[in-house]
Structure formats: C-alpha cells, structure tokens
C-alpha cells in the first residue's frame, strides 16, 4: 500500500580553514504509518596532504518508540590512486532509552575500487562489532558490495 509521507532537509557547510571544515546534514519526516522521525548529521574534518579525518556524529530519532539511536565514528579516508580509496573506521553506537547507554562499538575497513569510470564501484568491508547484548563478544563479518551510479544528482 501507499504509505505517504513529508520530509523537510537542511544541509550547511561551513571552512574554517583550507583543511578544516564543519557540515550538518538534518532532516525532520512524517509518515503515514510509522508517524514522525527525525534524522541529524554533524561532521568534523580536515584535509590533509594525502588523507582526510573525519569525526562524525550521527543520530536517528523514532518517535514511536520515543528514543534516539546514535553513533559517534572516527574516519580515516586515504585515496591510493586514482580509482582505488581506503576508509579507516572505528565507533561506538548507543540509544537512549531507558538511558543514554553504549549498544556496541566496531572497527572496520572499507577497501572501495572503480571498475568502470565513475558509475560502477565495488567495496569490500572487514569489520569487527562488539554488541552489548553478547557481553561485548566479537562478532566478524565481511561485507563485499557492488554500487552503480545512474545519476549524480543527489
């Protein structure tokens, strides 16, 4: 069935520098049969000479359920050459209810190639996650995704 909805984006950036740089990505959205949500996005980075850091804060509110899921990641992207990249990630997620409490940390790579100019991607994700509610034992996996672009327009 339809299930309509309304969305409402803002996204500003802001340089301090040449290198440092700050950007919110925000959203407020109602559906019909899940009700409100809100979405917010905060990043910190710098551009190095051959690497760009990012710290970044993300947060996804449910309305029904009244609570908050949240990641807090640290992004270490360096460019190989020119169709390969390399993304260095490690962080922690967490909700809020019944408190704000630490659901599971992770630590992964995100080995990213272009296959065919600009509009077909492969990624390949080694990744260790430390759930909350398996005592913090490790639980592996790896990933391996195929992305097509068919319009650069966001």
């Known amino acids: 069935p339809i299930d309509p909805f309304w969305r409402?984006?803002?996204h500003g950036r802001y340089e301090f520098t040449d290198v440092w740089s700050v950007s919110s990505h925000d959203a407020l959205y109602y559906y019909h049969d899940e009700g409100w949500g809100?979405?917010?996005e905060f990043t910190l980075q710098r551009q190095g000479p051959w690497f760009i850091f990012r710290q970044g804060?993300?947060?996804k509110y449910d309305h029904k359920e009244r609570l908050?899921?949240?990641?807090?990641t640290y992004s270490f992207l360096r460019e190989i050459d020119s169709k390969r990249a390399i993304n260095y990630q490690v962080g922690m997620l967490a909700e809020t209810k019944p408190?704000?409490?630490a659901t599971g940390y992770f630590v992964n790579a995100i080995y990213r190639r272009k296959l065919m100019k600009e509009w077909l991607?492969?990624?390949m994700i080694p990744e260790m996650y430390y759930p909350k509610?398996?005592?913090w034992k490790m639980d592996p996996s790896f990933t391996i995704k195929i992305e097509m672009v068919f319009?650069?327009?966001e």
Do not use: C, M, T
């Not at 908050?68 to 807090?72: F, M, R």
């Open 151 to 153: 319009s650069e327009k």
């Open 8 to 10: 409402y984006r803002l």
């Open 57 to 59: 804060i993300d947060g």
């Open 133 to 135: 509610e398996d005592n």
């Open 68 to 72: 908050w899921e949240l990641a807090h």
């Open 99 to 101: 408190e704000v409490q």
């Open 38 to 40: 809100a979405h917010a």
């Open 121 to 123: 991607f492969y990624e």
